[in-house]
């Protein structure tokens, strides 16, 4: 066994592992870029939102020099906030304080691109974990989580009935999403290293061939993915990525695990490989910093965020000011060597989560479930065995012995066929929770099979 982490396959127990290790990417794999027509990708909507142009003004003033006489600016005046000064106390023991600049930015309104000191230090992160990006063509737009950034990605491509990819099962806030536009959703089918290629390829051959309606987006939970746990490795993206420009596709890469990837080295992700311009990546702070501050952010060519700065600007004008100032002060606060740090302190608490998760669940469930050992994240995936759909079982049978567990079908395309699958959570339970709650389900497991 190598120092990288295993992933077992699929058989019940911990004892057979194959390496899910992803190997290094070579630049010599990129494409040569091309020109894209963006407007392919916008609907009818995107295309008529217009610059709001005092939302526009906010640039400018963002830019200006400290003393300039701000006469045109409708906004109100922070000395009438009740507000003095804020302090935050670290896990640490550390306290981070804002001064009176960042005050006066954290009370008052910004433009909806973003808190420019928080972009320019997202962008250094960017660069260090997924190569030095070309700031001159991609910029990065704060978000109120990675949510509300997919949402209008989203919302800026989908028209009624049009097609996208998906892997099944997946994200269900994803799946919502594209529901509100009747989307035809091209479910693919999934092993322990996410999406088939090789299926994906098939349907988007055959769907040219017979001259069907062509998707024009491909949406990927890439590390450690809800509900799974799988990793899609190296390979298998850059097959993904060449499909995507051969066929003219945006891949969304929503990417809210990243930094829970148990993996000694970072994934690759299809950002590092982008030379087209044709991934829109999205970042979450909620699974390392706090989700109740909601900050998120998404990268990608500036025709594509430009054209989601304009929703933003009509709808919620700017991602929470407080949260944007004061998740800078803290990343200037820890620097890069702080930053590292944390993701490892944050990783190691949930590898050891995932860890006793599976001690309990090969105690219990082995005979009775079939799994993948996740590469990180949040989720076990557990196959029911003897059950074709675990529905009764976990929305009455386990809810009786007050066990909570989110059922298969409902993290699949089509909630309405039967599913033998539960996913699990091992992220919030303590020790003792675990143990209780999973010897629960087996018993709930056995009872169930008994009465089928």
Not at 406 to 424: E, Q
Request: proline share 5%.
């Amino acid at each position: 066994m190598s120092q990288s982490q295993v992933c077992p396959i699929l058989d019940g127990s911990l004892a057979i592992a194959k390496e899910c290790s992803i190997p290094e990417y070579s630049p010599a794999m990129k494409l040569q870029p091309k020109q894209i027509d963006y407007t392919y990708f916008f609907n009818d909507t995107t295309a008529k939102r217009k610059p709001s142009e005092l939302r526009e003004l906010s640039r400018l003033v963002d830019q200006l020099p400290p003393g300039s006489i701000k006469l045109g600016v409708g906004v109100p005046n922070v000395h009438t906030f009740p507000f003095k000064g804020f302090d935050v106390e670290l896990a640490s023991g550390e306290v981070i304080k804002l001064n009176e600049g960042e005050l006066a930015a954290a009370l008052q309104y910004l433009p909806s691109i973003g808190y420019t000191p928080l972009i320019n230090k997202l962008k250094e992160i960017q660069d260090q974990y997924h190569g030095a990006q070309n700031w001159k063509v991609k910029s990065i737009m704060v978000s109120s989580g990675a949510q509300e950034g997919l949402s209008k990605a989203v919302d800026m491509c989908m028209r009624c009935g049009d097609a996208v990819i998906m892997p099944d099962p997946t994200y269900t806030g994803a799946i919502d999403l594209f529901r509100l536009h009747d989307a035809e959703i091209i479910g693919i089918k999934q092993d322990s290293q996410g999406v088939l290629v090789k299926e994906m390829e098939k349907v988007l051959a055959s769907r040219k061939k017979k001259n069907q309606l062509m998707p024009k987006v491909i949406y990927l939970n890439p590390t450690a993915c809800n509900p799974c746990g799988t990793t899609i490795p190296t390979n298998r993206k850059r097959e993904i990525y060449r499909l995507a420009c051969e066929y003219n596709l945006l891949i969304l890469e929503d990417d809210p695990y990243y930094y829970l990837s148990f993996e000694n080295v970072h994934p690759t992700s299809f950002m590092s490989m982008d030379t087209e311009g044709r991934v829109l990546r999205f970042d979450s702070l909620s699974k390392i910093m706090s989700s109740g501050l909601r900050v998120g952010f998404v990268t990608g060519h500036n025709r594509l965020l430009r054209q989601m700065e304009l929703h933003m600007q009509t709808s919620s004008m700017h991602t929470s000011s407080l949260s944007q100032v004061l998740v800078h002060k803290l990343l200037s606060h820890w620097d890069n060597e702080g930053l590292v740090s944390h993701f490892l302190r944050v990783k190691k608490f949930y590898k050891q989560k995932r860890d006793h998760m599976l001690l309990a669940v090969k105690k219990h469930l082995s005979g009775l479930a079939e799994w993948y050992v996740p590469c990180g994240g949040m989720f076990l995936w557990l196959k029911v065995i003897g059950l074709k759909d675990t529905r009764c079982l976990v929305t009455a049978r386990c809810l009786e012995k007050n066990v909570i567990l989110a059922p298969g079908y409902a993290l699949a395309i089509d909630p309405k066929k039967p599913s033998p699958y539960i996913r699990v959570s091992f992220s919030i339970a303590s020790h003792e929770d675990v143990d209780r709650g999973i010897s629960l389900l087996a018993e709930a497991i056995r009872e169930e099979i008994q009465a089928v």
